[in-house]
Structures are given as C-alpha cells and as structure tokens.
C-alpha cells in the first residue's frame, strides 16, 4: 500500500491561526476549501452549528436534492487536526456532489458508504490528506455499519462488494498497527 502524504502544507497553519485568533471561524474554512480545491458550483456556503457534545464534531450538508447545498460546522472546527478536518469537509462535499449531480445518490447507505471510502482512499479529492489512525479507523468501521444496512446480499452490496474487501484490510492493517489486533494465529 502507498503510504499517503500525512503533513499540511506549513504555509496553511499560520492562516488557520490567524482566522481563529480573529474569530472568522466561516473564513477559515472557506480558506481550506480553496486551499485544497474542494470548491463546487452547488456549495452555498457555511453555517455556524452550536456543538452538539464535548468530543464529538458532528459536520453535515442540508440542501434539497438539486438545489445548492450548505455545510453547518461546529463552531470549534478549526481546533480540531486539520487532516481530519480536511477529510469532514471531503466527506460533505463528496454529499453536494451526490445530492447535486445526475444521476444523484437516493439511498443514504449508498451516499455514507461512498463518502466514508472517500474519507479512507481519497479516490475524488486526492489532494486530501490521511487523517490520523484513529480516525481513520472510525471511519472504515462506519463505512461498513452502512455497508451492512444495505441489506444482506442486495444489489448495492454486491456492487461495493470489492471495495468492501479493501475496507476491511485496511482496517485489519489500522487495527495491528495501533495494536488493537494480533498477527498471530
């Protein structure tokens, strides 16, 4: 396996300090969004959310099906890593991109399963940085909870069946890695 770039540029952190020493939490991550080309016709902009619980970042996309799309953020976003911040705000545009292009994405297992393999293999946004180990197994656990709500044996299933596989390895290879599985027999 290719062993992806991990580090932000250092030019990006100073801006990102500066954004949230002045409080402009929305430009800061309009200012990644450009950053790292994740810009689209659909995207209507940001949204302001009140934190839902501490330790938890809760990012989501709110829009109509064709109809341009908003984020909401949580107002704390820039004090999170930025790789993984970075990999939210893939995952949100991967759903504008869904819920915005023909033929769209209906099922939310099929959109979730898509944008957390996204968030693994950075297949539409490869400039996207991997975020760290532990939320990267976050997210292939997620991506297979929907993968399994797709019905045993359905179509959608048997589609992602593949990349099911290299899920499933790749969390295997997290997992040893931060020795939470043994090797051995």
């Not at 501490?54 to 109809?67: A, D, K, L, R, S």
């Amino acid at each position: 396996m290719i062993k992806r770039k991990t580090m932000l540029s250092e030019n990006i952190i100073p801006h990102i300090q500066a954004y949230k020493a002045n409080n402009q939490i929305i430009d800061g991550a309009a200012f990644l969004m450009h950053s790292f080309r994740l810009e689209d016709d659909y995207f209507a902009g940001f949204e302001i959310k009140p934190l839902d619980a501490p330790g938890t970042i809760v990012v989501i996309t709110i829009g109509e099906f064709g109809q341009p799309q908003k984020i909401q953020i949580p107002e704390n976003i820039l004090d999170i890593d930025l790789s993984l911040v970075l990999n939210l705000l893939a995952h949100e545009m991967l759903h504008i991109k869904q819920k915005t292009q023909l033929p769209f994405v209906v099922d939310k297992n099929e959109r979730e399963w898509q944008a957390y393999c996204e968030m693994l293999f950075h297949k539409k946004f490869p400039q996207i940085p991997d975020a760290p180990d532990f939320a990267r197994k976050g997210f292939a656990q997620s991506a297979l909870k929907y993968y399994h709500r797709m019905g045993e044996n359905s179509g959608l299933q048997q589609k992602y069946a593949d990349e099911k596989y290299k899920v499933e390895n790749l969390l295997d290879e997290i997992l040893i890695k931060r020795g939470e599985k043994n090797t051995q027999i």
